[in-house]
């Protein structure tokens, strides 16, 4: 996904469903976008499998199909994969190391990462 598809998918997991409009207003803060590239971005997002349009009333809206930990989990694989050559270890001793993590985000992730051996 885009950044954009990434603020209009986060808007929609958030609201659950929405129309175009509601979104442009819900995302003029952050993009300050216009309703026209609002509803652009959904027809292309709708094409992809995304997110589903539906006619209610005389108005559109629209609901995510893509869940956010299915995307998060796309979003993740293509990085390991693109950035670090498909592995993990490396790609989160980057992230540890990059991201200054506290000593709690650490033990947090000593902890899932030690659950996932055991398993």
Same mark, same amino acid.
Request: proline share 2%; glycine share 8%; charged share 30%.
């Given at each position: 996904m885009t950044d954009a598809? #990434? &603020?209009?998918?986060?808007?929609? #997991?958030?609201?659950? !469903? !929405? !129309?175009? !409009? &509601?979104?442009?207003?819900?995302?003029?803060?952050?993009?300050? #976008?216009?309703?026209s590239t609002v509803k652009t971005q959904l027809d292309r997002m709708g094409?992809?499998?995304?997110?589903r349009a539906e006619k209610q009333g005389g108005v559109w809206t629209y609901t995510p199909v893509l869940s956010r930990e299915c995307a998060r989990r796309s979003a993740w694989e293509r990085f390991r994969d693109v950035v670090f050559g498909g592995s993990a270890a490396p790609a989160l001793a980057f992230a540890a190391q990059e991201e200054g993590m506290s000593d709690e985000e650490r033990q947090t992730l000593l902890e899932l990462i030690e659950g996932e051996e055991n398993t």
């Amino acid at each position: 996904m885009t950044d954009a598809q #990434w &603020d209009i998918m986060d808007a929609l #997991w958030t609201a659950g !469903s !929405s !129309s175009a !409009s &509601d979104l442009t207003s819900a995302l003029k803060e952050r993009r300050g #976008w216009a309703y026209s590239t609002v509803k652009t971005q959904l027809d292309r997002m709708g094409k992809a499998g995304m997110v589903r349009a539906e006619k209610q009333g005389g108005v559109w809206t629209y609901t995510p199909v893509l869940s956010r930990e299915c995307a998060r989990r796309s979003a993740w694989e293509r990085f390991r994969d693109v950035v670090f050559g498909g592995s993990a270890a490396p790609a989160l001793a980057f992230a540890a190391q990059e991201e200054g993590m506290s000593d709690e985000e650490r033990q947090t992730l000593l902890e899932l990462i030690e659950g996932e051996e055991n398993t």
